[in-house]
């Protein structure tokens, strides 16, 4: 008797009583663990093992700080504030595909050439959402530098964090580097 023809009398035999239960217990594990495998793989999830460079549409990996390690927000000054969020628009409107470079505001020259000198492949998943800030923390930053850190929300399941730096530029505050770079 050959493999094969074992096999084929196995699935055209009919199913005993005893052995429902036992089928039934597989074919649901089956789909949970299917089912977990597609939440945790699903397209446009941040990897938390991914590369982060925000310039090729990968988000950064870093976590949000307070001054000093400790575990309380600390809210950034108005003008800091106020700076971050026009870069954010823009910023994030860029990395999802939804307006270009120059629509990147309160930011040094030298990153806005950075970001225009390296345009983000957007998948169609991305292109689709749309992000907003949800919350602004200060963050640890080098010397003459301030220290923001902005979280995301793009309608999936997890919120993320960018690490943005800022410098004075005369009366003015203008991002200069992102991811803590």
Avoid: C
């Amino acid at each position: 008797m050959s493999t094969g023809s074992w096999i084929r009398r196995q699935r055209d035999r009919p199913i005993v009583e005893h052995e429902r239960g036992a089928a039934l217990a597989v074919v649901a594990a089956v789909a949970i663990a299917a089912t977990l495998l597609l939440a945790f793989t699903a397209p446009g999830a941040p990897s938390p093992h991914a590369a982060a460079d925000p310039r090729n549409g990968a988000r950064p990996q870093q976590t949000p700080q307070a001054p000093s390690g400790s575990r309380v927000s600390v809210a950034p000054t108005g003008a800091a504030e106020r700076a971050a969020r026009v870069f954010l628009h823009g910023y994030l409107g860029y990395i999802y595909g939804h307006s270009r470079a120059t629509g990147v505001k309160e930011a040094t020259s030298a990153l806005t050439r950075s970001l225009a000198g390296s345009v983000p492949r957007v998948s169609p998943s991305m292109r689709a959402s749309h992000p907003r800030v949800v919350e602004l923390h200060t963050a640890k930053a080098p010397a003459g530098l301030i220290g923001v850190t902005a979280v995301i929300n793009d309608g999936g399941p997890v919120d993320y964090p960018i690490a943005l730096l800022l410098e004075r530029h005369g009366s003015r505050l203008l991002v200069s580097g992102l991811g803590g770079a």
